[in-house]
């Protein structure tokens, strides 16, 4: 059964940069889909921020696409997000999701960790 | 970039009721829709992929339909369990945009 875990600092502050961590386990990241990070402000919907291929191919959503890194540690089963220069409105719940090379829907999700910017 | 809209944005029903959910696309994406259901403090389950294909272990009385720009989910039976946030998610391409959101919320 795969399960995906984020994990990542709570707390940043305005104008510095965020660094998540989705781990994978029942699955091989490298096994051909796609992995993807998607977020929630509180209270709000969902926004789709990007996604990776196993082959390291990356596709971001252009509204966060100069401040967006997303890369695999395919040693640790791990996909990496990195978001630079935050500001209070990149405060979410940040899940990271598996996604479907072919259909692109995303199936299994991790629950989530919460991110505040404030200083 | 292709917006999706939902609505309505809160649907109240009573169980055993039907609730139909709608998903506008600005542009068609033929079938490529997926659905997804949201309770609270929880991370979203995949429903429905491809407009109207039920994903495993979702019951039956959750249902999707439409192509082109215009998608429907209907829950037909509500359940108390059904009360969550329900949300489109286009899938031709990238960017995956989702709706908005629909809140049901069981009387």
């Known amino acids: 059964q795969v399960q995906l875990q984020e994990s990542g600092p709570g707390l940043v502050k305005p104008s510095q940069t965020l660094s998540l961590t989705c781990t994978v386990s029942?699955?091989?990241?490298?096994?051909?889909?796609?992995w993807g990070w998607i977020r929630q402000p509180p209270g709000k919907g969902l926004e789709w921020i990007g996604s990776?291929?196993?082959?390291?191919?990356?596709y971001y959503n252009p509204s966060l696409q100069s401040r967006v890194t997303i890369s695999l540690d395919t040693s640790k089963n791990q996909i990496s997000l990195r978001l630079t220069s935050v500001t209070a409105a990149d405060t979410a719940l940040y899940h990271c999701?598996?996604?479907?090379?072919?259909?692109?829907?995303?199936?299994?999700w991790g629950q989530g960790t919460l991110v505040t910017v404030s200083s | 970039d292709i917006q999706m809209t939902q609505s309505p944005s809160t649907v109240s029903a009573s169980v055993g009721d039907r609730v139909t959910i709608t998903c506008r696309a600005s542009?068609?994406?033929?079938?490529?829709l997926a659905w997804y259901q949201q309770k609270p403090g929880k991370a979203p389950d995949l429903l429905i992929y491809?407009?109207?294909n039920l994903q495993s272990g979702v019951p039956s009385r959750f249902s999707g339909s439409g192509s082109g720009t215009d998608f429907t989910l209907t829950i037909s039976n509500l359940q108390p369990e059904d009360s969550a946030t329900y949300y489109c998610?286009?899938?031709?391409?990238?960017?995956?945009?989702f709706g908005q959101g629909t809140r049901l919320v069981i009387k």
């Open positions: 999701a598996r996604q479907s090379a072919s259909t692109n829907w995303f199936d299994p």
């Open positions: 029942g699955y091989s990241i490298t096994s051909g889909f796609y």
């Open positions: 990776i291929f196993h082959s390291g191919n990356t």
């Open positions: 542009q068609g994406i033929y079938s490529w």
């Open positions: 491809g407009a109207s």
């Open positions: 998610q286009k899938a031709n391409s990238f960017p995956f945009t």
